[in-house]
């Protein structure tokens, strides 16, 4: 099993410049979120799915869409990147209480 | 949701145990408490979790108080490896996780 793979690993943007970040998990998991973390800090939940179809918001959600198509794959998207979103991005997956979340290995992304 | 206090940062000698508290006061009675931990800029790594009782895997110990506003994280034999943030979440029961700060373990040689 592959587990929760995240693509890219690295990014660099223009301000202004729209782009995805591709999520998928291998597990069969109903439950996705997407996380940021910034430098010295924990993680910030920005979007999460219960469902293929259902998503909701976190807490800090302005500037990211999400959609869930499939339980394989949620993607999160950046309209229009802003220096303030420089962080590194994690995906995560759960099989649903008590099991605790899988993540991935995280995207870098820089906006210059 | 319920919110979760650890401390900022903690020391341990290599081969001692390391000791991580944390506190929940805010836990509700269905919500389970979880333990994770990230090395450098890794994803998070899960390491136990618990509803009431007392859990023990083959990475750590968990000792939840009777009242369940509290719990710690016990690494039995720390190593150098175990240097990592540690991160004390308590799941709502919608299944999301919210993170604190955590705490940032280093072990001694």
């Known amino acids: 099993n592959a587990g929760v793979t995240q693509t890219p690993k690295f990014q660099v943007l223009k301000t202004g410049q729209s782009m995805t970040l591709q999520c998928a998990q291998d597990?069969?998991?109903?439950?996705m979120s997407w996380y940021r973390q910034d430098p010295g800090m924990g993680l910030r939940l920005i979007h999460y799915s219960v469902g293929a179809g259902i998503t909701d918001q976190g807490e800090v959600p302005n500037g990211y869409n999400v959609s869930r198509s499939t339980t394989e794959d949620f993607p999160l998207r950046l309209l229009s990147a802003a220096p303030s979103q420089t962080s590194v991005y994690f995906c995560a997956s759960s099989g649903g209480r008590p099991f605790g979340y899988t993540f991935g290995s995280g995207t870098r992304l820089t906006v210059v | 949701d319920a919110k979760t206090t650890q401390p900022p940062s903690m020391d341990c000698a290599e081969g001692r145990a390391a000791n991580l508290p944390c506190n929940h006061s805010?836990?509700?009675?269905?919500?389970?408490v979880y333990w994770y931990r990230q090395i450098h800029s890794q994803g998070p790594q899960y390491i136990i979790h618990g509803l009431k009782n007392n859990e023990t895997n083959e990475m750590a110990s968990l000792i939840i108080t009777e009242d369940r506003k509290s719990s710690t994280l016990i690494l039995p034999h720390a190593t150098l490896r175990d240097t990592a943030v540690y991160y004390c979440i308590v799941a709502n029961t919608g299944n999301q996780f919210y993170f604190g700060t955590g705490t940032s373990l280093t072990v001694i040689p």
């Open positions: 597990m069969n998991h109903e439950y």
């Open positions: 805010t836990i509700s009675g269905n919500e389970y």
